[in-house]
């Protein structure tokens, strides 16, 4: 880690000062430290190791209704000057911005904002191979299993000051662990592959390395023989894995620049019945070692628990300062991180909150249909929310797994489909957007 002669909170306090004697009428700015381990394992051996070990100051300055950004990693002095210098340059010599600038102090979070989201305490390479190698081994161990294509452990941490004209100033820290693989099975000469991966504040949160390499070896040989299928319509049910994209496609619409653009097929439908009653999706930016867990938001605005989707009513927009001015409207709390960058939109831990039934639950319900297990590039018009998107999985009939199924696509229009949408009740909170297996009947397939 950096050895910091001036705390990085004076550091920034005496950039933004250096701004300010070079004419900005304001600015914000950040200083990052990161610092990690990662190695990737084949064969039994260590294939290789990665060390990082990263400083870096990003600043923004305003200059009437002008702005710029710059980043660096010389935190000297003379290099912080001259960092302050060339962004007020730059500032007065772009076009004028008249949605930018940094909310007014009154508007500003309060009380303790530092936050420290620490889990595992450093851990050497020799463990992170340890572990990587063990679960490599347990994935080899599955009859049929050709080789591991990846594997990989990591340990990283980061720290994260950040500062503004305004008098905002806030801390920040994390750690997290991680560890992947990807399996490879062959069957009647066509290769099938799958996978496994968790990142967690703490291990205890993590199954143990074997039963990871157990769970990707299972699924690849659970994929071999796959078919295709013919076109047409019937029930999907997005496993837990994969069902979090449709959380991802509903945040998009409901961005706050994509709404001042008119670019989304949500844009007339504020407070209406967007999903089906008992639907909720929720941003908790509160939740304990959460790994999308914050005190505040991106341009230093309080942020709360949030219920985007409640009973199924769309309630807010995601709001930035500048989308706000855009739109009329008040920030509020979902500004991406700025401090040295223009703001963009985000949400912290959202989730979309479990239903009643089981994932099993709703294949006997609906007799037959799809499973999807695996997804590629998903493709979504903004205006209209017409939506295609490749798949693999597994056809189930009778409410039962009957085969393995690739190269399908499926298609719709989110609109509907949101009415259409089911969550089932295995929700975990793993990431920063969780959801379900999800179900949403009458669908297009399209196959051989």
């Known amino acids: 880690m950096a050895d910091f002669r001036i705390p990085p909170a004076d550091l920034l306090a005496g950039l933004i000062e250096q701004c300010r004697k070079a004419g900005a009428d304001a600015a914000d700015a950040r200083i990052g430290e990161a610092d990690g381990v990662g190695v990737a394992v084949r064969d039994g051996k260590l294939e290789s190791i990665e060390r990082e070990e990263s400083v870096s100051v990003a600043l923004r300055c ?25 962004c007020v340059a730059m500032a007065k010599a772009v076009p004028e911005d008249k949605y930018c600038g940094l909310p007014d102090a009154s508007m500003l979070a309060t009380g303790d904002l530092d936050m ?18 063990a679960a490599e081994a347990a994935a080899l161990a599955i009859p049929g299993i050709k080789t591991v294509a990846g594997c990989g452990a990591s340990w990283n941490r980061s720290k994260r000051w950040v500062a503004a004209s305004n008098g905002f100033a806030a801390f920040k820290q994390g750690s997290s662990t991680s560890l992947g693989l990807s399996a490879v099975a062959e069957k009647d000469g066509k290769m099938e592959r799958d996978y496994d991966s968790w990142s967690v504040r703490f291990l205890r949160n993590m199954p143990l390395p074997e039963e990871i390499g157990k769970t990707a070896g299972d699924r690849t040989i659970a994929r071999l023989g796959a078919r295709k299928l013919g076109t047409r319509k019937a029930a999907v049910i997005y496993d837990r894995r994969v069902s979090a ?10 961005s706050g620049p994509s709404i001042a653009r008119g670019v989304s097929y949500l844009k007339d439908r504020m407070g209406e019945q967007v999903f089906a009653k008992g639907v909720y999706i929720t941003d908790d930016p509160f939740r304990e070692l959460g790994m999308g867990s914050r005190s505040h938001d991106g341009e230093g605005l309080p942020v709360r628990e949030t219920h985007l989707i409640e009973d199924g009513r769309l309630t807010a927009w995601l709001l930035n300062t500048p989308a706000a001015k855009q739109l009329g409207l008040e920030p509020n709390g979902f500004s991406a991180l700025g401090f040295g960058d223009p703001p963009g939109v985000t949400t912290s831990n959202i989730y979309l909150r479990a239903g009643e039934k089981t994932p099993e639950e709703l294949m006997a319900s609906v007799g037959e ?11 979504i018009n903004p205006n209209t929310g017409d939506y295609s998107v490749g798949v693999a999985g597994f056809w189930f009939e009778g409410g039962e797994i009957a085969y393995p199924v690739s190269e399908v696509t499926i298609a719709g229009d989110l ?17 920063t957007r969780d959801a379900p297996s999800i179900l949403v009947e009458g669908m297009s397939l399209a196959g051989s």
């Open 245 to 254: 994209s449709l959380i991802g496609a509903m945040l998009g619409a409901i």
């Open 62 to 86: 305003f200059y009437g209704k002008q702005q710029a950004h710059v980043s660096g990693a010389d935190l000297s002095p003379d290099g912080l000057r001259m960092l302050a210098e060339r």
């Open 369 to 379: 249909g799809l499973l999807v297990t695996d997804m590629f590039g998903p493709s």
């Open 415 to 431: 609109p509907s489909m949101f009415s259409r949408l089911v969550p089932a009740s295995n929700l975990e909170f793993r990431g």
């Open 116 to 133: 420290d989201l620490t889990g595992e305490p450093e851990m050497p390479a020799e463990a992170l191979e340890e572990r990587a190698l």
